[in-house]
Nanobody
Framework: EVQLVESGGGSVQSGGSLRLSCIAS????????MGWFRQAAGKERWAVVL???????NYADSVKGRFTISKDNVKNSLYLQMSSLKPEDTAMYYC??????????????????????WGQGTQVTVSS
């Protein structure tokens, strides 16, 4: 059984930083397309950043330069370092994984249905 467990969310002031973690079990982060999605209240869930099996990444323009995705294949974990946070970053953040290389590498084109496995989400709240 595949499980993705996120942690690290919280409440910060604008300009602050948070680091989200996602521990995976039942699959290998080295051999999976992984990503972070977010969903603001009343809005659709959308992809923030993807990391492919070869380590290549693709970021949404709104977070480029502020967020950094990484993974530790030994710890089978995925991370999202978020800096210079803005109130508009407030959302539930989800870790997602799909076995094999990313079929869609353009973060603006990826769909929720491209990912089979999802975490339960971790809330990030940024106050002004």
């Amino acid at each position: 059984e595949v499980q993705l467990v996120e942690s690290g969310g919280g409440s910060v002031q604008s300009g602050g930083s948070l680091r989200l973690s996602c521990i995976a079990s039942g699959l290998s982060t080295a051999r999976s397309c992984m990503g972070w999605f977010r969903q603001a209240a009343g809005k659709e869930r959308w992809a923030v950043v993807l990391i492919d099996t070869d380590g290549s990444t693709n970021y949404a323009d709104s977070v480029k330069g502020r967020f950094t995705i990484s993974k530790d294949n030994v710890k089978n974990s995925l991370y999202l370092q978020m800096s210079s946070l803005k109130p508009e970053d407030t959302a539930m953040y989800y870790c997602a994984a799909d076995l094999g290389a990313c079929e869609e590498t353009d973060v603006t084109a990826v769909l929720e249905s491209d990912f089979v496995h999802w975490g339960q989400g971790t809330q990030v709240t940024v106050s002004s």
